[in-house]
């Protein structure tokens, strides 16, 4: 596996050594002692997966709040997303600041986010599949999001007029948010 550290501190994009055969491949998507090698020593509680039935689907900016923040490893499972994540660490020198990714079922990579990070991403392709582990369960009461479409944070979504849940379409604007990452 191969550790790829971002601009953004903490996240890092994972390359699965995958091998390939006539009968098709075999990948390590998870492996704690590789991980811990790698600067990941967190402890995954959950796994989640969501399908999405068109290209263009987006689904977030998303995060928990402490104490049930979550650190989440993502992989395309099928299809494609271009996966984003927004860095909300109000003290970070790279508040405010957002990367993207594509994550596909060909490339096999996966995204490791850290707790204070809003995340989301554009499904590219009909029938895409994620899924992705979290190290705390999923508890409403401690979610929180920011609008796709912020005019602050102006990230580049390869989609113009998505496919939003009615709550995506009422979160609040970054620069109107209550960060609890201070």
């Not at 099928?78 to 594509?102: C, H, M, N, P, Q």
């Not at 096999?108 to 009909?126: I, K, N, Q, S």
């Amino acid at each position: 596996m191969e550790f790829i550290k971002t601009d953004l501190e903490g996240v890092i994009l994972i390359r699965p050594k995958v091998f390939n055969d006539s009968r098709g491949f075999f990948l390590e998507s998870y492996s704690k002692t590789k991980f811990k090698e790698g600067g990941i020593e967190t402890t995954f509680t959950q796994d989640n997966h969501s399908r999405s039935q068109s290209s263009g689907v987006i689904r977030g900016l998303h995060f928990q709040v402490p104490p049930l923040a979550q650190t989440k490893l993502i992989r395309a499972t099928k299809g494609a997303i271009y996966d984003v994540v927004v860095d909300i660490r109000a003290t970070s020198a790279t508040y405010g600041k957002w990367l993207g990714f594509e994550l596909s079922e060909e490339n096999f990579h996966l995204l490791y986010v850290p707790h204070g990070f809003a995340h989301g991403f554009c499904t590219l392709r009909e029938n895409s599949e994620v899924q992705y582990k979290v190290d705390n369960p999923y508890a409403p009461e401690y979610e929180g999001g920011i609008r796709w479409d912020d005019p602050d944070l102006k990230i580049e979504w390869p989609v113009q007029n998505p496919q939003l849940s009615e709550k995506d379409k009422t979160l609040p604007f970054f620069r109107d948010f209550s960060n609890p990452f201070q």
